[in-house]
């Protein structure tokens, strides 16, 4: 069975302080790895697909790496607004879109 | 581009009741998935619909049904209503290929009372 953990549950940040969050999967023949950001009351926020192991993507503060059996979101210089729940998802080889999430990051960056 | 809309957005209703709820995907995505979100579980994937057909299903009660019209508005119904399907229930649309990004509404905050 397809899961997804993901550390640490919740991460306090100051205002630049660079890090990173991690999701862990377990999966046989991985078709995608998503990250998605979840504001307050509002659906997740699509930010990246990565494909396969090695592949990094780019987008403002962040960068998503991926790996044969995790995948890292690096934040640098966050600032107060990057403050949000990151989830991760992965979809098997199973035909249709079945995406298996991970519990969430939530990330508070104080000014 | 419009994005995923879903209706209403917030709903309460009593236990035994059933309920239907909306989703309008983004123009040209074919496929459209339905997730039940709450605190203790996380997001759980209920079901797709690609082309009018059921292409996956979740773990999910036969109580939890949906439907995708030839426009590729989906509706998803909850029959006798109980305590437990209290959550925010999020609808994903693609353009339907298997590693291609969902998009997600902002939801149905469903209350069971």
């Known amino acids: 069975e397809d899961q997804v953990t993901q550390s640490p549950e919740a991460l306090r940040l100051q205002e630049g302080e660079s890090s990173s969050l991690n999701c862990s999967y377990t999966v046989s023949g991985l078709r995608g790895l998503f990250w998605y950001r979840q504001d307050p009351g509002k659906g997740p926020e699509f930010l990246f697909t990565l494909y396969s192991a090695g592949e990094e993507k780019e987008k403002e503060r962040l960068k998503a790496t991926l790996t044969k059996k995790e995948s890292f979101l690096h934040i640098t210089a966050p600032k107060p607004e990057d403050s949000a729940t990151y989830l991760c998802?992965?979809?098997?080889?199973?035909?249709?879109?079945?995406?298996?999430f991970g519990p969430g990051t939530r990330l508070s960056v104080l000014p | 581009k419009a994005g995923v809309t879903q209706t209403p957005r917030y709903l309460i209703k009593t236990r035994g009741q059933q309920v239907t709820l909306s989703c309008s995907p983004i123009?040209?995505?074919?496929?459209v998935s339905w997730y039940q979100q709450t605190p203790g579980q996380g997001l759980q994937f209920l079901f797709e619909?690609?082309?009018?057909?059921?292409?996956n299903k979740g773990n999910f009660p036969g109580r939890f049904s949906g439907r995708q019209f030839s426009n590729s508005r989906s509706e998803m119904n909850v029959s006798t209503l109980e305590l437990g399907d209290s959550a925010l229930y999020l609808c994903?649309?693609?353009?339907?290929?298997?590693?291609?990004?969902?998009?997600f509404g902002d939801g149905t905050r469903l209350s069971i009372l």
């Open positions: 619909y690609f082309s009018e057909t059921q292409r």
């Open positions: 123009s040209g995505h074919r496929s």
């Open positions: 998802a992965v979809q098997g080889p199973n035909y249709g879109q079945n995406f298996v």
């Open positions: 994903a649309s693609s353009l339907g290929g298997q590693d291609q990004p969902q998009h």
